[in-house]
């Protein structure tokens, strides 16, 4: 027996960048490191 589930939510993805200092209001930094997270009221159940 096959069982199945539908799940309705959202799926959030969040992008984290590491960067050497936090930069000040209209300065630019160059980021040295990036990753991606999963989440959401969808995506956690599933």
């Not at 980021?31 to 997270?37: E, L, S």
Request: cysteine-free; overall charge positive.
């Amino acid at each position: 027996m096959t069982l199945r589930a539908i799940v309705v939510g959202s799926l959030v993805m969040d992008l984290s960048f590491l960067v050497p200092k936090r930069p000040e209001p209209g300065e630019g930094v160059v980021a040295t490191g990036f990753d991606t997270f999963r989440g959401g009221k969808g995506y956690n159940p599933a």
